[in-house]
Each structure stands twice: as structure tokens, then as C-alpha cells.
């Protein structure tokens, strides 16, 4: 194997790598680093892409090349995807065929800096109170939700600071949210609190997690997508679990029920 056929297939592996950990469909990624290993006529080569490993071979008359990474499973960030799909058509069209400079690409991608975390919390803040009134809330009960996804997200982002596991981060975060909206529920200010509950739950939903979860059975990854499906129905079981533990805590306190 010539150092650039191993330069080609380093370079697809790690394409995959940041289409996988941020959030990829899996067929999505076997395509990209197949399109990319191709286009620099290389054939003799196969791919195996799980939830959270990849695993590339190429095999010549001389030696057999592998390599494998192991990528956890780590929040979504579509702008990454988005990027490296870019870069693959690049590749792919010729017009990008210099290694090193794919690397440096490569590298430009992975460094790309997230949002602030002011800008996250807003969204998910105004995303809850959207969420709440579409969910038959009031105004109050809209306002009630906003600051309750606040304070979710809020604690998300500290949890994680703190390298809580993912199933402890979920339920610390909700059940923080929710009680905050039953007292101030409980107070009197609201009109309807399972709107509410619904609205302030909204930030740790898995959506994107579940549908690819889907998507990825339905193109026939059967236990990949088995295993993003089972983390996001252990979030939405966190999510139960936190709503239910703030429920639970607001009874004990104060004897009495919400409805």
C-alpha cells in the first residue's frame, strides 16, 4: 500500500469519525467515506459502521490495512455534518485532491466552535414556551414553561460540566425544571400544568436521536439503529423518571395533588 492509499483511507475514516459522533445517519456515513475512498481510485477496500465504532480495511497483494476507532455517543451538531457532506462533494468532484489539504479541512471542521451556551439556553427557553402553548397552555402557562426550559437547560449544561453520567444529567435537569413549574404552578399563577410539564421537558427530548434511530433500521442498520433507539428511550425514561421524582417530591412536601 502507497502512503497515500493510507492517507486516503485515514482521511475517510475520519469523515466518518465526525459524521458519527455528531449525529449522522449511518447509511449517510458509509456512503461519504465510500464516495471518498472512490474517488481517489481506490476499490479493493471495505467499511463496517456501528453506533459508536467504524471499522476500514483495505487489503493488497502485499499487506492488509485496518483501522478501527471507537466514537461514544455525543450530541448532535448538524453543522459539522453539513460541513463534511461539503467537503466530500469537493472531494469527490476534484476539485479538493490534495491530502494534506483535506486534513486541514478536516481539521477546521472538527474545531468548529458551538454556539454560546447564552444563545443555547434562550433557544431552548423560547423553545418550551412555544411548546407549552402549542400543547394547549396559556400565555402564564407559556411563561411558566420558558422560565422552566431555562432552568433545565441550565442545568444540563452544569451537569455536564461536572462529568455527570448522561442518565443522572437527564434526571437532575428535569426534575430541576419541573419543580420550579409546580410551585410556581402551585402558587397560583398558572393554568394548566400538564402543558406546562410538556413545555419544560421540551429541551431534553431526543428527537433527532429517535429518528435516526428509525431511519437507520429502515436502510436495514438493524443494530445500530437498535442502539441509538435504546439511548434515546432511556432519555425519554430519564425525562419520566425527573418528572416524576418533582411530581413525587411536591406531594410529600405539601400532602395534597396538582390536579
Avoid at 474517488?39 to 485496518?66: P, R, W
Amino acid at each position: 500500500m502507497t502512503g497515500t492509499e493510507k492517507d486516503v483511507l485515514d482521511i475517510a475514516a475520519r469523515a466518518g469519525k465526525i459524521l458519527l459522533e455528531n449525529g449522522a445517519e449511518i447509511s449517510r456515513i458509509e456512503e461519504t467515506m465510500d464516495r471518498i475512498i472512490r474517488s481517489f481510485d481506490i476499490v479493493s477496500h471495505d467499511y463496517y459502521v456501528l453506533s459508536n465504532g467504524i471499522f476500514l480495511t483495505e487489503n493488497t497483494k502485499d499487506k492488509t490495512y485496518a483501522k478501527v476507532g471507537h466514537i461514544p455517543i455525543g450530541a448532535t451538531r448538524l453543522d459539522k455534518v453539513i460541513e463534511v457532506n461539503s467537503l466530500s462533494r469537493r472531494i469527490v468532484s476534484g476539485e479538493l485532491r490534495d491530502t494534506d489539504r483535506i486534513r486541514e479541512e478536516l481539521d477546521r471542521i472538527e474545531n468548529i466552535k458551538a454556539y454560546p451556551d447564552a444563545l443555547m439556553i434562550a433557544a431552548a427557553a423560547i423553545g418550551s414556551a412555544g411548546f407549552a402553548y402549542v400543547m394547549g397552555g396559556s400565555i402564564k402557562d407559556s411563561i411558566i414553561a420558558l422560565f422552566g426550559g431555562f432552568i433545565v437547560y441550565v442545568c444540563t449544561l452544569l451537569a455536564a460540566r461536572m462529568k455527570l453520567s448522561k442518565i443522572t444529567l437527564n434526571i437532575f435537569s428535569v426534575m430541576a425544571g419541573c419543580l420550579f413549574s409546580i410551585v410556581i404552578y402551585h402558587m397560583g399563577f398558572g393554568d394548566n400544568i400538564n402543558a406546562i410539564i410538556a413545555g419544560t421537558v421540551v429541551p431534553q427530548i431526543p428527537g433527532i436521536a429517535f429518528i435516526n434511530a428509525i431511519r437507520d433500521m429502515g436502510n436495514g442498520d438493524y443494530l445500530s439503529g437498535s442502539i441509538r433507539m435504546l439511548d434515546a428511550l432511556l432519555t425519554f425514561l430519564c425525562i419520566a423518571v425527573g418528572a416524576g421524582f418533582s411530581l413525587a417530591i411536591y406531594t410529600l412536601i405539601t400532602g395534597g395533588t396538582l390536579l
